[in-house]
């Protein structure tokens, strides 16, 4: 079945700073890729998500980027701020169907 | 819109009791999930329904674990009895319809302990 690996499982940065997160998957029948952000004591919300006919996504400060061949895709946050800061997963499944999700990355965006 | 509810919000059982979890999706979403979220680690997914039919129930764990979803809306999830490595946080979660790319909406999820 699909696996999903996501690194770094935490990262720090200073406001303002560019960060990165990256997740690999195994299965190459996946074809769609969300993000959600967590924050403490709330469930997981969609932040970006990206197909696979689509190489790059943006909105607004966020991005992601998906390498099919290499299975790889990340996401990419700039001009961070300190409500930035949550525990960020990421996901891939086949038809947004069942979701198997990485580890996350504890985010912490220092004043 | 409303967004997925789900209650309690917190449960401490002691081991070998029961307890039951309910959510109840975003109105008019026909198909409903249930996840596993154990501290430190993603959500993984325990049961999917369809209107009120389950469509995938491979990770749940039948001898403890129950799931309904009576008229297609409300689902109820069952542990009995409770392990200590029940303990975790249990979400639902919604989308409008099954494989065709919609986005899952989840609740905000029942935090159990097990002592």
């Known amino acids: 079945g699909e696996n999903v690996e996501q690194h770094p499982s935490t990262l720090s940065v200073q406001e303002g700073d560019s960060a990165v997160i990256k997740c690999t998957y195994s299965?190459?029948?996946?074809?769609?890729f969300p993000w959600y952000k967590q924050e403490l004591g709330k469930g997981p919300q969609l932040i970006i998500d990206?197909?696979?006919?689509?190489g790059e996504k943006k909105d607004q400060r966020i991005a992601v980027t998906l390498n099919k061949t290499a299975k790889h895709f990340s996401l990419h946050i700039t001009e961070t701020q300190p409500e930035d800061s949550a525990v960020y997963f990421c996901?891939?499944?086949?038809?947004?169907?069942?979701?198997?999700f990485g580890t996350g990355t504890r985010l912490q965006v220092f004043p | 819109e409303a967004g997925v509810a789900q209650s309690p919000r917190y449960k401490i059982i002691e081991k070998r009791q029961s307890v039951a979890f309910w959510c109840n999706p975003i109105?008019?979403?026909?198909?409903l999930y249930w996840y596993q979220q154990i501290l430190g680690q993603g959500p993984k997914l325990l049961i999917q329904?369809?209107?009120?039919?389950?469509?995938?129930d491979s990770q749940l764990p039948k001898d403890r674990f129950s799931a309904e979803r009576l008229k297609g809306v409300d689902s109820t999830l069952k542990i009995q009895p409770a392990k200590l490595e029940d303990s975790a946080v249990y979400l639902c979660?919604?989308?409008?319809?099954?494989?065709?790319?919609?986005?899952?909406?989840f609740g905000p999820g029942t935090r159990l302990l097990v002592l």
């Open positions: 979660a919604s989308s409008s319809i099954m494989g065709g790319g919609e986005t899952q909406y």
């Open positions: 299965d190459s029948a996946s074809n769609y």
């Open positions: 990206i197909r696979s006919n689509v």
């Open positions: 996901a891939a499944s086949i038809e947004a169907d069942k979701l198997i």
């Open positions: 109105s008019g979403h026909a198909t």
């Open positions: 329904f369809q209107n009120n039919g389950v469509v995938d």
